[in-house]
């Protein structure tokens, strides 16, 4: 006895009308019936669409319907990803093939809800991976406003020599190493407070001038002193007694 295919079709269209009351829409009744169910992910509402996501399905019965395939669109999707309609697709495409022979539409309609389901999940888990990098990428930019940049010796002394070389440190470091020390005894007729220094520390210790004894003996062999020789360049402390 042969199969009824349109009387198979009939009964299943009823039943999913019950299945889905309000919700089916019936599209065509010839040759074949044609309707669509929309499914959506939970999150999803008209009011707040993008958040979720949604489609209609559009089923075409054919000739020989169960025993083959229904036809199958996608229509209206919303927020769909790159090939997320040719994925669904495709994946109605292996549930039609394991449902061959059976009237197979709220199968369908039940895998292709739950597919979306799986999608969405993995939406939502990118969505928080990127915010949560984007959170660590934030926080590590203030980190290192606080933390500065570690110094190590190679660096310090890097810092150093730019310092120096841009404030003129090195420069006048360098003039001042050429120069010539001054001698003793230039020292002593640049800074005329050293005339008086030893008179000076005598006063500041409390002692009289009058009393300080002068041992007399330590200038009977100085003869007669040349007072011109002062300006002498040349002149050496000493060097008189080496030629007498």
Known sequence: MSRNYKEDQTNEVEALDSIYCGEMEILATEPFHKFQIPIATEEYSAEESD???SCKLVFTYTANYPDGAPLVEIEEPENFEGKFESLLLEHLRKTIEENLGMEMIFSLVSSAQE????????HKFHQEEQRAQKLKEVEEEERKKFEGTRVTVESFMKWKLDFEDTTGIAAKREKNNVSKKLTGRELFMC???????DIKFLLEAGENI????IDEALFQDLGELD?????DEDWVPGADDDDD
């Open 51 to 53: 958040n979720g996501l």
């Open 115 to 122: 597919w979306l389901n799986e999608r969405w999940d993995e």
């Open 191 to 197: 800074d005329n407070t050293l005339n008086d220094s």
């Open 227 to 231: 007072l011109d020789d002062d300006d």
């Open 210 to 213: 009058e009393n300080v004894k």
